[in-house]
């Protein structure tokens, strides 16, 4: 069994940056072959996606929320997915949750990932 963890939240001030990381490990399936994605979920809203990416990389998927600010990576060697933010904003405050997707294409369709990380937590105040 896969499991994901989550790292690099922290408090970040408007205007900042954070790099967020996410490190599969376990047996069972390969981290290399499958589609990977970023999720949050700010207090009292519904957790929704932010971005996804291909299993090669290539292809890459965001929200509109985020798009020029974030960039999410994965370097397949080291079983690592991260997610890079720029240009922060108050309302990018949330739990932040990587998750796979066990085969098929590259979404931000929050059903379609079964493999969940803990979440780790991303504040944006001054």
């Known amino acids: 069994q896969v499991q994901l963890v989550e790292s690099g939240g922290r408090l970040v001030q408007p205007g900042g940056s954070l790099r967020l990381s996410c490190v599969a490990s376990?047996?069972?399936?390969?981290?290399?072959?499958?589609?990977m994605a970023w999720f949050r979920q700010a207090p009292g809203k519904e957790r929704e996606a932010v971005a996804a990416?291909?299993?090669?990389?290539?292809?890459?998927y965001y929200a509109d929320s985020v798009k020029g600010r974030f960039t999410i990576s994965r370097d397949n060697a080291k079983n690592t997915m991260y997610l890079q933010m720029n240009n922060m904003k108050p309302e990018d405050t949330a739990v932040y949750y990587c998750a796979a997707k066990w085969g098929g294409t590259t979404s931000l369709r929050e059903y379609e990932y079964s493999g969940w990380g803990q979440g780790t937590q991303v504040t944006v105040s001054s």
């Open positions: 990416i291909s299993w090669t990389g290539v292809n890459t």
């Open positions: 376990g047996s069972g399936r390969t981290f290399s072959s499958n589609p």
